[in-house]
């Protein structure tokens, strides 16, 4: 798993590559918990490159979004694969984030 985090206009972007499994998500939490600096703006996690998502990578991204809320931002899942719009609708997610 790779994550690659850029500052475009006004909001962060985390570019995720790969499958966010349990292994993963404890790999990349660190650079996750790095976003939760900018969470008082617009993060965007860019989901055009992950193949999957498991619990433990749902749970990253709850946090994530439990800091915006927190600080006043917003967090934008983006570009989500077919394979992971069905784990975030059977899990609610879908309700949770704004999706692009």
């Not at 475009?8 to 972007?13: D, G, I």
């Not at 993060?43 to 994530?64: K, N, T, W």
């Not at 570009?79 to 879908?94: A, P, W």
């Amino acid at each position: 798993m790779e994550v690659i985090i850029t500052k475009e206009n006004q909001e962060v972007v985390a570019s995720l590559n790969g499958r966010l499994d349990t292994p993963a998500s404890l790999e990349i939490a660190p650079q996750m918990d790095s976003l939760k600096a900018d969470a008082g703006g617009t993060v965007v996690l860019d989901c055009s490159q992950m193949s999957y998502i498991s619990s433990s990578g749902l749970r990253l991204f709850l946090a994530l979004r439990k800091a915006a809320a927190e600080k006043g931002g917003k967090v934008i899942v983006r570009n989500i694969t077919d394979e992971v719009r069905s784990v975030f609708m059977m899990t609610g997610f879908l309700n949770l984030f704004e999706i692009q």
